[in-house]
């Protein structure tokens, strides 16, 4: 298999599976398609839990980076908590089979609505990120009658680390959410921090813990640092998040404290990233430059997937992997991969370097398990793919293949 790489680059890359399982798997389930191999998440989340020895520390994961709930089920089952930015992720996680006590609640701008059903599904820890948002939900919580008050925390917003976000509260704000929360019966027992998105430098967050702690010791009924997500996956290779590094640095610091503080890590990227992938068939091809030099040609190639399955890419600008399967040509031609819309942004990859490609062969987009599905949509009017997990018992169907009736739910005429 070769890995296709921006910027004129090749190399050899480890198949997640062979080419007669990739076109097994599209004729059976049909293209496009997103595959999960459980193993591989099975092995992601024991290294992560391994390498944090803090005896008082909890793991979620960030649901905002996949939903389905098969993996979600695999991921409570590993003992897991879940991370949750919006009533929708509360949802899908009590249908995975979390409860209300395992899953963290960090959004943004919630309603009463919202309010009221995060307290219907009993969920009893809450980060808030704004001094209003803080009084109207101990406001109407309070009101409520609830026996048992939620753990409340603020979510910390350090300009000059996490830049001109518009999210979380500054320490100077600190004593007023302290006031707001006793006038109401709460204590603020929590500290949240985010430390950036994506990041795979170790040191952006063990260079940081002392501050948080010492931050955190301004609130007089501390005793829970949750460190957030954020955490990077080697997409392009390189640099890979060190868990064994960032474990022991935050367990020498919160040991060396006089009272147990409990620990909560909240990976998504990292965790799910490596297990997914999406596989496409070519459906075109098609040629230009001045078809002497193979360096001067560029091969366009068209796929029966597009940007709204998959968006980092051209839309965001992320990054990801193309794989094909080798065809004993050893020629490689610079290649764009082309989705199946003519928005000019369709493209799934660019300047890859990859053999001649011809109709009917099957691609693999890599490490496509966070922000693949999950950010996905009906831009353009096509339906989404199907997803498949394969498991020690072989493969099954963990999402439907939409047909072109989706496009009418909800609509009224």
Not at 378 to 394: N, Y
Request: with cysteine; net charge negative.
């Amino acid at each position: 298999m070769i890995e296709s790489l921006l910027q004129n680059e090749t190399k050899i890359h480890s198949p997640p599976c062979s080419e007669a399982m990739a076109n097994q798997l599209l004729s059976t389930y049909g293209s496009p398609l997103y595959v999960y191999q459980a193993d591989r998440l099975h092995q992601t989340l024991e290294h992560i839990t391994r390498s944090i020895d803090y005896p008082h520390v909890q793991f979620h994961f960030a649901t905002v980076t996949n939903g389905n709930i098969a993996l979600l089920q695999l991921i409570e089952q590993a003992g897991w908590g879940l991370h949750a930015n919006t009533p929708g992720d509360v949802f899908l996680g009590l249908k995975a089979g979390f409860s209300g006590d395992r899953i963290v609640y960090t959004g943004s701008n919630l309603n009463r609505d919202d309010i009221q059903q995060l307290i219907d599904w009993k969920i009893d820890r809450f980060n808030f990120d704004s001094l209003s948002q803080l009084q109207d939900f101990c406001e109407y919580s309070g009101s409520q009658g609830r026996l048992i008050r939620p753990e409340i925390g603020l979510r910390l917003n350090l300009s000059e680390l996490t830049g001109d976000s518009r999210i979380g509260l500054n320490p100077a704000e600190f004593e007023k959410a302290n006031e707001i929360a006793q006038q109401h019966g709460f204590s603020i027992t929590g500290l949240h921090f985010y430390r950036g998105t994506g990041t795979n430098a170790t040191g952006a967050f063990t260079q940081v813990i002392d501050r948080l702690i010492a931050i955190a010791q301004q609130l007089p009924d501390w005793r829970t640092l949750d460190f957030g997500g954020g955490f990077g996956y080697p997409y392009r290779g390189g640099a890979v998040f060190d868990w064994g590094e960032f474990g022991a640095a935050i367990t020498e610091r919160l040991s060396a404290l006089s009272r147990p503080i409990e620990l909560v890590i909240e990976p998504g990227r990292s965790a799910i990233a490596g297990c997914g992938i999406l596989l496409a068939k070519v459906v075109s091809v098609k040629w230009l430059g001045d078809g002497v030099s193979p360096r001067k040609l560029r091969q366009i190639v068209g796929v029966d997937t597009t940007v709204a399955n998959l968006s980092v890419p051209a839309v965001h600008g992320g990054y990801r992997a193309i794989a094909t399967w080798e065809t004993g040509d050893v020629s490689r031609y610079q290649t764009d991969i082309c989705g199946n819309t003519t928005y000019s942004r369709d493209y799934l990859g660019r300047n890859c370097w990859l053999p001649k490609l011809q109709i009917g062969d099957a691609i693999a987009i890599l490490d496509s398990g966070a922000y693949g599905y999950a950010m996905s949509s009906h831009f353009l009017h096509r339906p989404r793919p199907a997803e498949v997990l394969i498991d020690a018992k072989g493969d099954r169907l963990i999402r439907q293949r939409e047909d072109y009736s989706i496009l009418l739910n909800g609509q009224i005429f």
